[in-house]
């Protein structure tokens, strides 16, 4: 499957690099984020490689461009992957989260929830971001493997991967990958902004890689 891009594409499916170049205004957490040394292991350690204009690259951009802006644009009203108004967010199911909600708390703590191995309740959004640049200092990577259907309703399967080389929670690091699977279903605009997003994961297996020893001892270590 594939999408035309036209001359005047909206910057949103012009790729990540492109909205974080086009900051004017913008209010960053941390200052501009630099993706160079993501693009780097992301085209040596991806599993699936797609055509340019497939609808694969173009699920994958955007997702890559509204993961960029939730972790990094600090006003939601400044991203332009999502129509603000109408999106939501949830996960596995729960309940619903809007664009304000993933700003205040964090789309960490919002995709994870509380579990043995993690208390996103007790955690804000910039110690939940520490928190997992510190066990994965090199960075946690995103791809998509299979796309099962076009808009409006975009269903498709993605894989998250990683080294743990950083301590979490009190827990050394083993050094080992790291990989997350899951699946998201997104309901899209006519312009392919983001309105709603499910996903759908076991989190627990996620985290028990990293997270070892008593579940409640490691929840509990900080």
């Not at 086009?22 to 501009?32: A, I, L, Q, T, Y």
């Not at 160079?36 to 699920?59: D, Q, Y």
Request: proline fraction near 6%; charged fraction near 25%; charge should be negative.
């Amino acid at each position: 499957m594939s999408i035309g891009k036209s001359a005047a594409e909206p910057l949103w499916l012009q790729g990540r690099d492109a909205v974080v170049e086009n900051d004017e205004g913008v209010k960053w957490r941390h200052g501009r984020p630099d993706y160079h040394l993501t693009r780097i292991t992301v085209g040596k350690e991806r599993t699936r490689h797609f055509p340019e204009k497939s609808l694969e690259m173009v699920v994958e951009d955007l997702v890559r461009v509204f993961e960029m802006e939730v972790s990094h644009k600090a006003d939601p009203t400044q991203w332009v992957s999502v129509v603000l108004d109408k999106f939501r967010n949830r996960t596995n199911g729960g309940p619903w989260h809007t664009g304000q909600d993933i700003a205040a708390r964090g789309s960490y703590n919002l995709f994870l929830g509380d579990t043995p191995y993690y208390k996103a309740s007790e955690e804000t959004f910039d110690s939940s971001h520490e928190v997992f640049h510190t066990a994965f200092p090199d960075g946690f990577f995103w791809e998509v493997l299979e796309v099962y259907s076009p808009p409006p309703v975009v269903s498709f399967k993605w894989r998250h991967w990683g080294n743990f080389t950083g301590p979490y929670k009190g827990q050394q690091p083993t050094g080992k990958r790291v990989e997350l699977f899951g699946m998201s279903v997104a309901r899209v605009a006519e312009d392919l902004r983001l309105v709603e997003v499910e996903h759908y994961y076991d989190n627990s297996l996620f985290l028990s890689q990293i997270a070892t020893g008593c579940p409640v001892h490691a929840a509990g270590t900080k």
